[in-house]
């Protein structure tokens, strides 16, 4: 009995110093995570409250550079002195310890009698202050606010560093969408003018297509779209490929019409088909067969894309996968990158290859993701 | 009539549906060399699907039942959902379609972008499915006892273990053609025979009166606002309440809107439904009207859901009868199959999702949520044995009408909603409701005005969740969601409109 139920003995969970420790920590971490999408009145408005918690004064305060983010705690009336208070931190950004005369107020029982005022720096830039609002003044009280000035500041780097993450994403997908190899674009109109004498009616049905096909792949607006636009976009490119080289290329595609709507970052197919076709025909005697399955699995669709090329040695995937540059398959790692920052580290690229086995990317969709729409 | 026919029906049914759920995979896809991947589906074969998986037990066998013991007043049900998909219609289909989401919880979370809202509802929609998946299982109960005189309790286990076997090997899944395939069968099922038995009404002199031994007698019966019930005024508002806004809510309805490519096909589809249901519930009242001339002792004998069945054999008789029967077996079997399957796999979907996924990950958690999906209510159906099939659909309506109906109808036309008034309006609409729910499950005997609000909560519930909704919505302004404007504007602008539709997050 003694071991099951251990748990409920008083001191399981330490001594009274280490619990108090794991109570900080613990409200410490119930901050964290509004603060980690940057300093907004929102985000300020759900964090302040276990900030205060973590150093029991009266009431604490966020500003940015100039103005008032949350207030947290009674005291209502001290609410526009935060925003003078918060200058002069800003401008020379060391904290700043002010009496009675910086905080005045009528109320003769009101048990604000000092402020302390920290500022809050991301990349040696000061972009706000924290302000505590306490009825006594010590080293230690200082000493606490600066430490969680601190914390809150590096909580707000993080945000940054996920900003700038997103922005070289967004990058990256312009870099891909610009990246429509200018050997495709020769061997298509190459292509095309082979047909222009014999078949006129399939040349112009082949620069529609190399028309729309470039139109989609150069649009400019919309990080996502549907996995029917994508699809379309797909059998464009196959279609042209087809023309340049004939029977040796051929496709399937089998695609459930429910998975249609669902909604998927832009271009993150085409690069893995594009990485087919080059795999599945080149130092490959014969015809090489392409195929691309979409099936609906209830809440999620799921899209492989298949080819029975010369294979690839998985160590080297994975380092594609990991994001080596210096792997051919530019695309691989871009694509498993979005797919996993838009529905989450569980629908990352599967890929299963080996040499002399063909290649098969498999591709999980959610069909429903809150913010991610075409 | 002959067991063997019914069981051979039985048993061909539970059979196809096993081998279409193991080699399903074939039809849900169209294979070709190109330019298949931008064939969607069409709103014709979407509204067959739809059609296919809501008719149930409850329209199958219920209604017949309803109008035999009742008389003309519960023609309301068959009418009330079929206009519930009125209210889809003109109300929700398009807006929700664009909105994006798959299910229920999912529209919940992105109009109101509260993870608490969303679990809410999930908890919402796993008791819907079990209300509705109980009188699947009785249903199915009732058919085979009827046909094979076997116990109560086989027909729903037998409805069970297939869905569950099926679920569990991958298959049925929602596919569009199969689903849409149950509709023409069901459809095909109850016209064939009603033909027939109406060529025997003719040539019996075509008798309009009843008879009327156990039941009320034929002035009541032929007259709607007149039967014995205690509020008939009260009870018929209030089944008009619960269906028409009911069927919005219900989780497997609501997926199969997603295969519909924009909002302006999602409302075609809606229309074409509305017409595919109203042409169905044509036929199950002839059945009831029919069941007073010739079969009104299974009213005495509490056996009145089995009228569809026992007709052919009491009117037509022999080899003829056998068959007819048989084939209206099949159909109610498959119409219990492809319902059952729908609430599953919406079901198991979001206790998977929404529950079970920290304890299991992948196809595993799927699997273990259909088992819970299908056993809770195999085991409510044992349990509430005396429900009648199409009284239990009402109360499953009842419950999504007073919890849903509010959520999407504000959620979609009203700015001002907040996270914290749709979960007060989803409690009290949803606790309201549920507490009529259990008492009528737990066959109290009560009397007056109290049985009647309680056996028909939804002119009462709605209103309150409606209330409490807008209410603690206007109390709670401040929390209203930064990004509103931006999902409004999705949500009612057509797709083929350019605008900006906002800021994109990567």
Redesign the interface.
Known sequence: MRSRWGWLRPGHLGSEVDRATFRTMHTASLAGPPLRSGLTE?SATKAIRHLRDLLGAPAVALTDTAHLLAWEGRHQHHTDQAARLATPVVADGATSVGDKSQVPCDDPRCPVRHVIVSPLTVEDRVVGTFQVYSPTLSAGLVRATNEVARWVSAQLELAELDASR?RL??AE?RALRAQISPHFIYNSLTAIASFVRTDPERARELLLDFADFTRYSFRRH???TTL?EE??S??RY??LEKARFGDRL?????????V??A?V?FLCLQPLVENAVRHGLEDKDGPGRITI???????ECVVSIEDDGVGEDPERVRRALAGDDSMDSVGLGNVDE?LR??FGDDYGLVVETAPGAGTKVIVRIP??T????? | MTPSFGIAAVALVSLATLAIGAYG?RF??????????????RPALNASAISGEYLSAASFLGIAGLVLTFGAEMLWYPVGWTAGYLMLLVLVAAPLRRS????LP?FA??RL?SRTVRRFSSVLVVAIGWLYLMPQFQGAGLALTTVAGTDHWVGGAIVAGVVLVNVML?GM????LVQAFQYWLKLTALLVPVIFLLAVWTGDGAATTATGAGGPTSDVWASPLSSTNDHPVYTTYSIIIATFLGTMGLPHVVVRF????DGRTARRTTLVVLGLLGVFYVFPPVYGALGRLYAPDLIGSNRADTVVLELPARMIGGLGGDLLSALITAGAFAAFLATSSGLT?AVA?VLS?DVISRRFRGVRS?QAAAVVAVAVPLLLAVVADGVGVARAVGLAFAVAASTFCPLLVLGIWWRRLTDVGALAGLAVGGGLAGVAVLDTLLQQSRSGWVAALLAHPAAWTVPAAFATMIGVSLLTQRRLP?TLSQTMV?LHTPEAVELD?GP???
């Open positions: 929102a997103t994403m967004e997908v919309g990080e996502f029917a699809l379309r797909i059998e196959l279609v051929q496709v399937t595609l089998r695609v459930a019409p429910e249609l709507p909604v970052p399955v979409g099936e609906d699995h209830d809440t979005r920052s838009t069909k429903f809150p913010g991610v729409r075409p | 995979w849900s896809r169209t294979t070709s060399d190109f330019f298949v991947a931008s064939r969607t589906v994006g989401a798959y299910t999912d979370e992105g972008e991958g899944r929602s596919i569009t997603y295969t519909n490519p796999i979907g999702q799927f930064v999705r539709r994109y997050p990567l």
